[in-house]
């Protein structure tokens, strides 16, 4: 059974940062493309960030380039998304996702299996 599991979500003030993190569990090997995408309150679920699953080809949404990292850890089977620089429009519930097939797409409903997501609040 295929599982992802995100942490590291809270509240921050703006200007602050955290570290998401999303543990894989149940895939048979590391090869698979990562993505972190957000929904928040009233808005439709959206692309934040993407990476390959060698770590070499990464991907970013407009609104968060320079601010966020995406990077993984295949020995752990996580991966993990760095914000600073967090502004109250970052509230949103994040959420991990796994792309078996593709080198890990902006498009959501390419991905095979989703995290139950981590809430993150940015205070103004």
């Known amino acids: 059974q295929v599982q992802l599991v995100e942490s590291g979500g809270g509240l921050v003030q703006a200007g602050g940062s955290l570290r998401l993190s999303c543990v894989a569990s149940g895939l048979r090997s590391s090869r698979y493309a990562m993505g972190w995408f957000r929904q928040a309150p009233g808005k439709e679920r959206e692309f934040v960030a993407a990476?390959?699953?060698?770590?070499?080809?990464?991907d970013y949404a407009d609104s968060v380039k320079g601010r966020v990292t995406i990077s993984r850890d295949n020995v752990k089977n996580t991966v993990y998304l760095q914000m600073n620089s967090l502004k109250p429009e970052d509230t949103a519930v994040y959420y991990c996702?796994?792309?078996?097939?593709?080198?890990?797409?902006?498009?959501?409903?390419?991905?095979?299996?989703w995290g139950q997501g981590t809430q993150v609040t940015v205070s103004s």
């Open positions: 990476i390959s699953w060698s770590g070499g080809s990464f």
């Open positions: 996702a796994a792309d078996l097939r593709g080198p890990g797409a902006t498009e959501q409903t390419l991905y095979d299996y």
